[in-house]
């Protein structure tokens, strides 16, 4: 009778175990962009590393009335397979104004290490499906 009891349990707590602590845990959107940014300021010099997984845009888009949830998973699937960076490298001179790194150099100095992968190289602007 005994092991009919913890054999019942067994199944119970292996049948239960991918539910617990699945319950959906709302992301606020400004503390999640502070986990996917980097700033870094040397001198008169700022740059701005901004990488946008899927769940950037699965907490970005979620509960706003103003996007249908069907088109919400067809924005999740459209980007599936893309990360997108943005990089900013910009000089503030004492006078206020302000220069800006060009996209050619930010796109050929920058790389992107997924996990322990090779870096990956931004895709060149010409083979942008725009």
């Given at each position: 009778m005994m092991k009919i009891q913890y054999a019942i349990l067994l199944l119970i707590l292996v049948f239960s175990a991918p539910a617990i602590g699945q319950e959906a845990h709302k992301v606020p959107l400004t503390e999640y962009i502070r986990e996917i940014q980097i700033w870094?300021?040397?001198g008169e010099n700022m740059t701005l590393s901004?990488?946008?997984?899927r769940s950037y845009w699965r907490i970005?888009?979620?509960d706003n009335p103003a996007?249908?949830?069907d088109m919400v998973h067809f924005i999740l699937e459209t980007l599936d397979d893309?990360?997108?960076v943005c990089a900013l490298d910009v000089d503030i001179h004492l006078d206020?104004?302000?220069t800006f790194a060009s996209e050619e150099t930010i796109r050929n100095s920058i790389t992107v290490k997924i996990n322990e992968?090779?870096?990956q190289q931004p895709i060149p602007e010409n083979q942008l499906d725009i």
């Amino acid at each position: 009778m005994m092991k009919i009891q913890y054999a019942i349990l067994l199944l119970i707590l292996v049948f239960s175990a991918p539910a617990i602590g699945q319950e959906a845990h709302k992301v606020p959107l400004t503390e999640y962009i502070r986990e996917i940014q980097i700033w870094k300021k040397d001198g008169e010099n700022m740059t701005l590393s901004f990488w946008l997984p899927r769940s950037y845009w699965r907490i970005a888009l979620a509960d706003n009335p103003a996007i249908p949830e069907d088109m919400v998973h067809f924005i999740l699937e459209t980007l599936d397979d893309y990360i997108f960076v943005c990089a900013l490298d910009v000089d503030i001179h004492l006078d206020g104004s302000l220069t800006f790194a060009s996209e050619e150099t930010i796109r050929n100095s920058i790389t992107v290490k997924i996990n322990e992968g090779e870096p990956q190289q931004p895709i060149p602007e010409n083979q942008l499906d725009i």
